[in-house]
């Protein structure tokens, strides 16, 4: 009888590992099922990041002359328990402290503009680029741009902080970027600390339609 169910525990384990080698296998040979598995994992881990959430995401692609940029979209919100000011988004190895306003320009400083209270939410994102971003705290004509060119450098543009950006043409692909966070102050009790939020699992984003 002994034997009788240690063989049956054999078996049964050489099943489970065999179905597991084979879902393994499946993700590898259909790389949009691994990629749509770690979004997902990325949009969860993002959702429910403190202080500072990442809520709604969205990129795309857009030549510009001679320069490749991935657009974005951020609708970002405070899950502390006390109001937060962000100075710098963090990005790769990289950081900026400026966004676009407008069309190119100009730039306005992070720092005491990016304020939050505790469950609000601000949007970085552009209607131009994003005609369904929502317009939370009438800030979408605030953007920054993930390049794909080092033929100039902008404040505002993140250069070679993504491991993968959009693609101009179908499929999209996906925006993936390393070490992203948020650089930020906070005042408690009458003092004003500096912190770094910077996530333990990668950005992903699905990327839409290209804009041109």
Same mark, same amino acid.
């Given at each position: 009888?002994?034997?009788?169910?240690?063989?049956?525990?054999?078996?049964?384990?050489?099943?489970?590992?065999?179905?597991?080698?084979?879902?393994?296998? !499946?993700? /590898?040979?259909?790389? /949009?099922?691994?990629?749509?598995?770690?979004?997902?994992?990325?949009?969860?881990?993002? &959702?429910?990041?403190?202080?500072?959430?990442?809520?709604?995401?969205?990129?795309? =692609?857009?030549? $510009?002359?001679? %320069? +490749?940029?991935?657009?974005?979209?951020?609708?970002?919100? #405070? +899950?502390?328990?006390?109001?937060? &000011?962000?100075?710098?988004? !963090?990005?790769?190895?990289?950081?900026?402290?400026?966004?676009?306003?407008?069309? %190119?320009?100009?730039?306005?400083?992070? $720092?005491?503009?990016?304020? !939050?209270?505790?469950?609000?939410? @601000?949007?970085?994102?552009?209607?131009?680029?994003?005609?369904?971003?929502?317009?939370?705290? #009438?800030?979408?004509?605030?953007?920054?741009?993930? &390049?794909?060119?080092?033929?100039?450098?902008?404040?505002? +543009? @993140?250069? $070679?902080?993504?491991?993968?950006?959009?693609?101009?043409?179908?499929?999209?692909?996906?925006?993936?970027? $390393?070490? =992203?966070?948020?650089?930020?102050?906070?005042?408690?009790?009458?003092?004003?600390?500096?912190?770094?939020?910077?996530?333990?699992?990668?950005?992903?984003?699905?990327?839409?339609?290209?804009?041109?």
């Amino acid at each position: 009888m002994k034997g009788q169910g240690a063989t049956e525990y054999l078996v049964l384990l050489a099943i489970v590992l065999i179905v597991a080698l084979v879902s393994v296998a !499946l993700l /590898g040979f259909f790389p /949009g099922m691994a990629s749509d598995a770690q979004e997902t994992q990325s949009k969860t881990y993002w &959702s429910s990041a403190s202080p500072i959430s990442i809520v709604e995401t969205g990129a795309r =692609f857009l030549a $510009n002359g001679e %320069w +490749n940029y991935t657009f974005t979209y951020f609708r970002i919100r #405070n +899950n502390g328990n006390y109001p937060i &000011s962000i100075t710098k988004i !963090l990005a790769g190895n990289t950081s900026i402290s400026q966004v676009h306003t407008g069309s %190119w320009g100009p730039r306005k400083d992070l $720092n005491g503009r990016v304020q !939050l209270a505790p469950g609000e939410e @601000f949007v970085l994102g552009h209607s131009l680029h994003f005609s369904g971003v929502p317009d939370v705290g #009438n800030t979408n004509r605030s953007f920054f741009t993930f &390049s794909g060119s080092d033929a100039y450098s902008y404040t505002s +543009n @993140f250069m $070679n902080a993504a491991t993968s950006l959009c693609s101009r043409t179908a499929p999209y692909g996906y925006l993936t970027v $390393n070490n =992203f966070g948020f650089e930020y102050t906070v005042t408690v009790e009458g003092q004003t600390i500096t912190k770094r939020q910077v996530g333990v699992k990668p950005l992903i984003v699905q990327c839409m339609n290209n804009y041109n």
